[in-house]
């Protein structure tokens, strides 16, 4: 079973950007230039850093 964790919340703005919550940003190492990926599966929306994509 996996383990969920919380680890922020964001808005999205008028011109539809959201902010990457700073805990989320530390735990994955997440700096600026990185590349993320939206990745839909059975209904639910992940964000991936495109490197995690093998």
Not at 7 to 35: A, F
Request: glycine content about 6%; cysteine-free.
């Amino acid at each position: 079973m996996s383990k969920k964790e919380v680890l922020g919340m964001t808005t999205i703005t008028y011109k539809y950007q959201v902010t990457i919550p700073k805990k989320l940003r530390e735990k994955h190492r997440l700096k600026e230039g990185d590349t993320i990926i939206f990745v839909e599966e059975d209904g639910k929306v992940f964000l991936k850093k495109s490197t995690d994509m093998s």
